[in-house]
């Protein structure tokens, strides 16, 4: 025994070949390699496995020889090794030692061999049997009903027996009862040896157990007429009196079957036709015709009866529909573009087809047993009849036309597309159809939803196909991961995942893959995603696909929520994304105001130079110098040493102000957020606000000069007039610029401000932030007037601008003008005194002329002074009027306010008439909707 234990298998199959045979190892290669054949085959048996039967078999047996004690010892030791669980195939051995108590002497029809006559009890003789098989696979958890099917069992009649006509069910291509996934289907305790059959109200057992043991065994008779045997006799209630056949010879039941002396074909040989029509294989008189696209008999050279040829043309249709199924998945099969999702799908055709063929199987078997007995072919003695096979063959039909609609609606598609054009077929009614089209679905799906853990748990895109929704873009750079690498494909989204679980899949890898190539983060996935370290590859789709707004879609919001979390603690704690946000809102949208007003005194100098003469390094150092004396200094130095000066494109005619602009330099993770348009609008905000600053700063020493000089022109009254027009003009122009900065600071950047922070503390993603982000310089942009539809308030705002420079330079003027002259006069007084002092005239008659000759001639200057300024009046308040008529005409509500505040006292309207009606329309508007 050790010596055996260690030979290999083979050696023992091939000593065991020898032993059975007797012959030499020379002699037996043939037998040996039909073994190893057959050993390594995955046959599936035809007959239900149900241990019960089996050993029920047995006890009849060793009953029959009489040998009642070794059946009770049997019994015994049978109810031991059930209770033990030692042996895992107990059916198998047991059913191995029934077939080799066989006597191999005995004609085959009544021996174990034929799966289509084991264990069967026979039924009355109009009774109808169908084939049996057990075998499917176990993912495919189908319960059909019992119902009957229309239009069938209507013709049949009582011809169905007892029990069957009632409760035909459909049956399917994987089987033709009902399943379940624990085990075989219990056997009718009505067809077991020894019992009494069911009575009316015990429970209908499931269908395919009732038709498996339907099935007729006809021994081969040994005299002119042949009784039931003893041990499968039913109870005499089922049979009544048992009647007499007569056997006819060889050659006269091959004429029956080929056909009768008239020529007429019979339907034992259309029913032999019929088993190769399903398979798709011309018969002998039933062939396919390609002019009409069916299989047909012609009646031109066969003579077949009406009714066999209509039952024929139904069931021929089988084989068209099995031919457009085969036809599909064996081209698709070769086809390696078709992707793993198609490969799939032609997977999930062959399976069906190959239970379809296992049916077959079985009736090619009754049909060679039935040609063995060389019986004839009587309707009443539960043969193979064209009727039987209709009613047989009416699920497998249904679900040849189920895959038939499936593969037309699916030609063209793939990956996801084909998946989504699957899952439309389960919006049914219909239990069975749903039934096929799910366990094909989550065959089909397996792929994606594959593809769709190793995205989500490892950021890899394994796409060779391009079968799946997320698509990657290999051209783009790292700079530009986030935003253009990664994209959806929308039209490969299934339709069993949402846009919202679609969008979120997307991001989830996304963000993976921008932690670890932008932000050279390195932390393993399950560190992330704590959930990915059980999550394996979904081996079983049917569970998600089942519950799809269950546990698929807490997958994917526990990875999604992890991910993104994650991604945003890095960027917040190592990259500063929020404290650079903030700088952004101080520094380039004028937020810290004692840096940016000590910055404008450092500049002034030399921004009022010409702008070809400045030099950036010396600006530079002057914004050292702001930062160090202001709070800027207590910044992070992340933060200080990317603010920079930018001088923008030279125009003849600049200035230092109109080409002077602050820069912010970003790079790495947060140039994600802060892209290059980003960062253009940022700079179109500021070179606004600063433009709107200056004017308030121009403002300022406007009125810091009227008040330095009022009291020292009052010993010049011809000025007071002038003086008078100038405080009035700067007071218009300062209620305007303080309105406007009012504006700007508190009803667009705080406001806007305020709402972009409030969204991005409140972020789930970095898509959020983005978004959030471009939201609120759009905001900026459009109510800063700085948009394509703001073009004609944005000009005219700029010409007020210019008016006010405009003015300063006039006011500069005056006053230079003004205090010269102040100055002569002081100088003469001054000399005459001092002369006087001396006792000498004060002045001589020349002195004198030529002192009133100059004071005459400044005089003369003031009205064109007057001039100037009543111009420059008359242009400011004709531009700010035409500003508050478009501001009245705007469609945003807080420009119209805007407008009430700078015309509160009305006194624009006074002189605008489309003021006043523009104000009369509005007020008339509101009136009529309160």
Same mark, same amino acid.
């Given at each position: 025994?050790?010596?055996?234990?260690?030979?290999?298998?083979? #050696?023992?199959?091939?000593?065991?070949?020898?032993?059975?045979?007797?012959?030499?190892?020379?002699?037996?290669?043939?037998?040996?390699?039909?073994?190893?054949?057959?050993?390594?085959?995955?046959?599936?048996?035809?007959?239900?496995?149900?241990?019960?039967?089996?050993?029920?078999?047995?006890?009849?047996?060793?009953?029959?020889?009489?040998?009642?004690?070794?059946?009770?010892?049997?019994?015994?030791?049978?109810?031991?090794?059930?209770?033990?669980? #030692?042996?895992?195939?107990?059916?198998?051995?047991?059913?191995?030692?029934?077939?080799?108590?066989?006597?191999?002497?005995?004609?085959?029809?009544?021996?174990?061999?034929?799966?289509? *006559?084991?264990?069967?009890?026979?039924?009355?003789?109009?009774?109808?049997?169908?084939?049996?098989?057990?075998?499917?696979?176990?993912?495919?958890?189908?319960?059909?009903?019992?119902?009957?099917?229309?239009?069938?069992?209507?013709?049949?009649?009582?011809?169905?027996?007892?029990?069957?006509?009632?409760?035909?069910?459909? *049956?399917?291509?994987?089987?033709?009862?009902?399943?379940?996934?624990?085990?075989?289907?219990?056997?009718?305790?009505?067809?077991?040896? %020894?019992?009494?059959?069911?009575?009316?109200?015990?429970?209908?057992?499931?269908?395919?157990?009732?038709?498996?043991?339907?099935?007729?065994?006809?021994?081969?008779?040994?005299?002119?007429?042949?009784?039931?045997?003893?041990?499968?006799?039913?109870?005499?209630?089922?049979?009544?009196?048992?009647?007499?056949?007569?056997?006819?010879?060889?050659?006269?039941?091959?004429?029956?079957?080929?056909?009768?002396?008239?020529?007429?074909?019979?339907?034992?040989?259309?029913?032999?036709?019929?088993?190769?029509?399903?398979? %798709?294989?011309?018969?002998?008189?039933?062939?396919?015709?390609?002019?009409?696209?069916?299989?047909?008999?012609?009646?031109?050279?066969?003579?077949?009866?009406?009714?066999?040829?209509?039952?024929?043309?139904?069931?021929?249709?089988?084989?068209?529909?099995?031919?457009?199924?085969?036809?599909?998945?064996?081209?698709?099969?070769?086809?390696?573009?078709?992707?793993?999702?198609?490969?799939?799908?032609?997977?999930?055709?062959?399976?069906?087809?190959?239970?379809?063929?296992?049916?077959?199987?079985?009736?090619?078997?009754?049909?060679?047993?039935?040609?063995?007995?060389?019986?004839?072919?009587?309707?009443?003695?539960?043969? &193979?009849?064209?009727?039987?096979?209709?009613?047989?063959?009416?699920?497998?039909?249904?679900?040849?036309?189920?895959?038939?609609?499936?593969?037309?609606?699916?030609?063209?598609?793939?990956?996801?597309?084909?998946?989504?054009?699957?899952?439309?077929?389960?919006?049914?009614?219909?239990?069975?159809?749903?039934?096929?089209?799910?366990?094909?679905?989550?065959? #089909?799906?397996?792929?994606?939803?594959?593809? &769709?853990?190793?995205?989500?748990?490892?950021?890899?895109?394994?796409?060779?196909?391009?079968?799946?929704?997320?698509?990657?873009?290999?051209?783009?750079?790292?700079?530009?991961?986030?935003?253009?690498?990664?994209?959806?494909?929308?039209?490969?989204?299934?339709?069993?995942?949402?846009?919202?679980?679609?969008?979120?899949?997307?991001?989830?890898?996304?963000?993976?893959?921008?932690?670890?190539?932008?932000?050279?983060?390195?932390?393993?996935?399950?560190?992330?995603?704590?959930?990915?370290?059980?999550?394996?590859?979904?081996?079983?789709?049917?569970?998600?696909?089942?519950?799809?707004?269950?546990?698929?879609?807490?997958? =994917?919001?526990?990875?999604?929520?992890?991910?993104?979390?994650?991604?945003?603690?890095?960027?917040?704690?190592?990259?500063?994304?929020?404290?650079?946000?903030?700088?952004?809102?101080?520094?380039?949208?004028?937020?810290?105001?004692?840096?940016?007003?000590?910055?404008?005194?450092?500049?002034?100098?030399?921004?009022?130079?010409?702008?070809?003469?400045?030099?950036?390094?010396?600006?530079?150092?002057?914004?050292?110098?702001?930062?160090?004396?202001?709070?800027?200094?207590?910044?992070?130095?992340?933060?200080?040493?990317?603010?920079?000066?930018?001088?923008?494109?030279?125009?003849?005619?600049?200035? %230092?102000?109109?080409?002077?602009?602050?820069?912010?330099?970003?790079?790495?993770?947060?140039?994600?957020?802060?892209?290059?348009?980003?960062?253009?609008?940022?700079?179109?905000?500021?070179?606004?606000?600063?433009?709107?600053?200056?004017?308030?700063?121009?403002?300022?020493?406007?009125?810091?000069?009227?008040?330095?000089?009022?009291?020292?022109?009052?010993?010049?009254?011809?000025?007071?007039?002038?003086?008078?027009?100038?405080?009035?003009?700067?007071?218009?122009?300062?209620?305007?610029?303080?309105?406007?900065?009012?504006?700007?600071?508190?009803?667009?950047?705080?406001? *806007?401000?305020?709402?972009?922070?409030?969204?991005?503390?409140?972020?789930?993603? &970095?898509?959020?932030?983005?978004?959030?982000?471009?939201?609120?310089?759009?905001?900026?942009?459009?109510?800063?007037?700085?948009?394509?539809?703001?073009?004609?308030?944005?000009?005219? &705002?700029?010409? =007020?601008?210019?008016? =006010?420079?405009?003015?300063?330079?006039?006011?500069?003027?005056?006053?230079?003008?003004?205090?010269?002259?102040?100055?002569?006069?002081?100088?003469?007084?001054?000399?005459?005194?001092?002369?006087?002092?001396?006792?000498?005239?004060?002045?001589?008659?020349?002195?004198?002329?030529?002192?009133?000759?100059? =004071?005459?001639?400044?005089?003369?200057?003031?009205?064109?002074?007057?001039?100037?300024?009543?111009?420059?009046?008359?242009?400011?308040?004709?531009?700010?009027?035409?500003?508050?008529?478009?501001?009245?005409?705007?469609?945003?509500?807080?420009?119209?306010?805007?407008?009430?505040?700078?015309?509160?006292?009305?006194?624009?309207?006074?002189?605008?008439?489309?003021?006043?009606?523009?104000?009369?329309?509005?007020?008339?508007?509101?009136?009529?909707?309160?």
């Amino acid at each position: 025994m050790a010596t055996l234990d260690q030979k290999s298998p083979n #050696v023992l199959l091939q000593s065991l070949c020898c032993r059975v045979t007797g012959k030499s190892e020379a002699e037996v290669a043939h037998q040996f390699q039909y073994a190893v054949r057959v050993i390594g085959s995955n046959y599936a048996p035809t007959i239900e496995r149900d241990e019960i039967v089996v050993s029920a078999k047995i006890k009849q047996e060793l009953l029959k020889q009489r040998r009642r004690e070794d059946a009770d010892i049997f019994s015994g030791l049978h109810k031991k090794l059930q209770g033990q669980g #030692v042996l895992k195939h107990r059916w198998s051995v047991l059913y191995l030692l029934l077939s080799l108590s066989e006597d191999p002497r005995k004609p085959s029809s009544s021996r174990v061999g034929p799966y289509s *006559s084991l264990f069967a009890q026979p039924l009355p003789r109009d009774a109808h049997s169908t084939p049996f098989y057990c075998t499917r696979p176990q993912s495919l958890s189908l319960a059909y009903g019992d119902r009957p099917p229309s239009g069938l069992t209507s013709g049949l009649g009582p011809s169905l027996g007892p029990g069957l006509g009632s409760s035909l069910g459909t *049956s399917g291509i994987s089987s033709l009862g009902v399943y379940t996934l624990n085990g075989p289907t219990p056997t009718p305790q009505s067809l077991l040896a %020894g019992q009494p059959p069911q009575s009316a109200a015990a429970p209908v057992p499931p269908l395919g157990s009732r038709l498996a043991w339907a099935l007729p065994v006809n021994p081969a008779p040994s005299t002119a007429t042949a009784p039931p045997s003893s041990a499968t006799a039913p109870p005499s209630s089922a049979l009544g009196p048992p009647t007499a056949r007569t056997v006819p010879s060889p050659k006269m039941t091959r004429t029956r079957r080929d056909g009768d002396m008239t020529g007429e074909v019979t339907e034992t040989a259309l029913v032999r036709d019929i088993l190769y029509v399903f398979q %798709g294989i011309d018969g002998k008189f039933i062939r396919m015709s390609n002019q009409e696209d069916c299989y047909k008999i012609d009646s031109s050279k066969v003579a077949v009866s009406k009714s066999l040829h209509d039952l024929s043309s139904r069931l021929s249709e089988l084989g068209w529909l099995h031919n457009k199924v085969r036809k599909y998945a064996d081209s698709r099969s070769l086809d390696r573009a078709f992707g793993l999702v198609g490969q799939s799908f032609c997977a999930s055709l062959h399976e069906e087809l190959k239970e379809y063929y296992r049916l077959l199987s079985v009736l090619h078997s009754q049909l060679q047993v039935e040609d063995e007995q060389g019986l004839p072919a009587l309707p009443s003695d539960g043969s &193979l009849t064209l009727r039987r096979l209709l009613v047989w063959m009416y699920e497998p039909k249904f679900r040849l036309k189920t895959l038939a609609a499936l593969v037309d609606f699916c030609h063209g598609r793939k990956g996801g597309e084909l998946a989504s054009a699957v899952h439309s077929y389960t919006k049914t009614g219909d239990p069975q159809m749903r039934a096929l089209i799910q366990h094909i679905l989550s065959l #089909v799906s397996q792929p994606i939803l594959h593809c &769709l853990c190793r995205w989500i748990y490892d950021g890899e895109l394994d796409d060779t196909y391009h079968e799946f929704f997320v698509a990657s873009d290999p051209n783009v750079k790292t700079d530009r991961l986030w935003h253009d690498k990664y994209s959806l494909r929308k039209s490969m989204i299934p339709s069993f995942i949402t846009m919202d679980q679609a969008r979120k899949v997307l991001l989830i890898g996304k963000s993976i893959n921008f932690l670890h190539q932008v932000c050279q983060d390195r932390t393993p996935p399950g560190k992330i995603t704590p959930v990915s370290k059980t999550a394996e590859n979904p081996t079983d789709a049917a569970v998600l696909l089942s519950d799809l707004e269950g546990a698929f879609q807490e997958k =994917i919001d526990a990875a999604y929520h992890d991910t993104s979390k994650y991604l945003l603690d890095v960027l917040n704690r190592n990259y500063l994304l929020l404290e650079h946000l903030q700088a952004m809102r101080r520094y380039l949208l004028l937020g810290q105001g004692d840096f940016i007003r000590h910055l404008m005194d450092l500049l002034k100098p030399e921004l009022a130079r010409p702008a070809t003469t400045l030099y950036q390094h010396n600006l530079t150092g002057i914004l050292e110098t702001a930062v160090r004396a202001t709070n800027a200094q207590f910044d992070h130095v992340e933060i200080l040493k990317r603010l920079d000066v930018r001088l923008l494109e030279v125009s003849p005619g600049d200035t %230092g102000w109109d080409v002077f602009s602050l820069d912010y330099h970003v790079d790495g993770p947060i140039a994600t957020v802060f892209t290059r348009e980003c960062m253009g609008h940022y700079l179109r905000v500021f070179h606004f606000l600063w433009r709107a600053k200056r004017m308030e700063y121009t403002l300022t020493d406007i009125w810091k000069g009227q008040m330095c000089n009022a009291k020292l022109l009052k010993t010049m009254p011809e000025l007071s007039g002038v003086l008078h027009q100038c405080h009035i003009l700067a007071s218009e122009m300062v209620h305007f610029i303080h309105q406007m900065q009012y504006y700007i600071t508190f009803e667009v950047l705080e406001c *806007s401000w305020d709402e972009l922070w409030n969204k991005v503390q409140q972020a789930q993603d &970095l898509d959020h932030i983005i978004a959030a982000h471009e939201a609120f310089l759009d905001s900026v942009i459009c109510r800063c007037l700085l948009d394509n539809n703001s073009r004609s308030l944005l000009h005219q &705002l700029r010409s =007020i601008f210019d008016q =006010i420079i405009e003015f300063q330079n006039a006011q500069d003027s005056l006053y230079r003008s003004a205090l010269g002259e102040l100055s002569l006069r002081l100088q003469f007084e001054e000399r005459k005194k001092q002369r006087e002092e001396e006792g000498q005239w004060g002045v001589t008659a020349e002195q004198e002329a030529e002192e009133q000759r100059r =004071i005459k001639e400044f005089q003369e200057m003031i009205p064109k002074m007057c001039s100037q300024l009543r111009i420059l009046t008359h242009f400011y308040q004709s531009v700010v009027q035409q500003f508050l008529v478009l501001l009245m005409t705007s469609p945003d509500e807080s420009l119209r306010f805007l407008s009430f505040r700078l015309d509160f006292s009305e006194h624009y309207r006074a002189r605008e008439p489309r003021l006043r009606a523009s104000l009369g329309t509005t007020r008339g508007r509101r009136l009529s909707s309160i």
